[in-house]
């Protein structure tokens, strides 16, 4: 059985996680529920950030909020030393609201609003990565009417794709995202910005792709990224001061993933960019990267209760949970796998395959096909591993169903850092139907 991080079988025979008892969780503040084992949190965000120390190398890791984004999450990465990458104008907002240094806030988007982009503008905001020509015009017009000045990326789209363990070059790249390299259009946006005198180019921005576990497709976009920026700085005098080479370092959900750490991915991206930075007499610029799922991945797990159970003869037996596709819809989204444990009898056996079912009135709600657990009963507590990057982020209220809380654990403490949902805010949006029938 792997345990991630804090995660251990404590005297009790139960599943503890940052030195708290799972069944002192789930009674304390309800199922399903999702615990982030924040020295976890702690130690991915040291190790991306030694390896480019240990290189001597100005850098930033900007946390991909998107992953998991709560005031408290914001606080842990600003306490981390952390930048962040926020894609919207509410993940702006709770990073504002958590007192995040808005000059180390970077902002995303293929298709930002005139309002998200004003608000960035008004909060000073580290830098806009630019997504496409609408955004520039919007943005040179709002520094106008305001006077404001902003640093900027340019988001490319290098041809590079990545899929956990293969990575696809393309010529044309279709996606929504970004300027494209390779068809002249990221040399349109560069005459477009260079001549404002409101934003300042500042590098270039790519994220080839997610659940990345090999090296290769980082070396290969920055290897394509440097034969255009030799191409620029002949063409335009454009020198490059930051390359951002995104986030999608792999975590391990199952046995099958078998991801690098950290600071082998850092390392290579390093090694890379030194020696193109080499090959092309460039001096080295800063190096920037966003990990989102692999700050936070497997730093969450998700307890649930066991309910209702049902036997199909000869085929499969059914175990729901309390939760589902409204806490976690990867599974029913990507087909995305996970481990579980039954966190109240750790110590007993694990040998009888049962499938765990959400609660959601969808077939497609099934959270683990055909996992050994020991034999199941209601009110087991089941601990879901891995659920700490797009669970809560991606959660819903499907069914109407009201999102789970969230609890912090470190050192033996918990900390309630999301409120569970009530009935009453499920409702408190609505307005009554003004029926014209006369009472
Ligand atoms: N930077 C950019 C520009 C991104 O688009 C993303 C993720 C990241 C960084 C962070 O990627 P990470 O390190 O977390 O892989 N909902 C999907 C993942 C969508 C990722 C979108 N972009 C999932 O649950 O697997």
New binding site residues.
Partial sequence: MFLHGTCRQNQHGHLEIGGVDALYLAENYGTPLYVYDVALIRERAKSFQQAFTAAGLRAQVAY?S??FSSVAMIQLAQEEGLSL?V?SGGELYTAISAGFPAERIHF?GNNKSREELQMALEYHIGCI?VDNFYEISLIEELCKESGYTVDVLL?ITPGVEAHTHDYITTGQEDSKFGFDLNNGQTERAIEQILPSNHIRLLGV?C?IG??IFDTAGFVLAAEKIFTKLDEWRESYSFISKVLNL????GIRYTEEDEPLPATVYVEKIIEAVKANAERYSFSIPEIWI?????LVGDAGTTLYTVGAQKEVPGTRRYAAVDGGMSDNI?PAL?Q?KYEAISANRIEEEHNTTVSIAGKCCESGDMLIWDIDLPEVKAGDLLAVFCTG??GYS?ANNYNRIPRPAVVFVEDGEAHLVIKRETYEDIVKLDLPFKTKVKQ
């Fill in positions: 991909a998107k992953a990458d894609v995303h990565v988001r921005h994220h997610s659940q995104g986030g999608g370092f966003e990990p989102g799922r692999s990867r990507y995305a990057a797009y991606m």
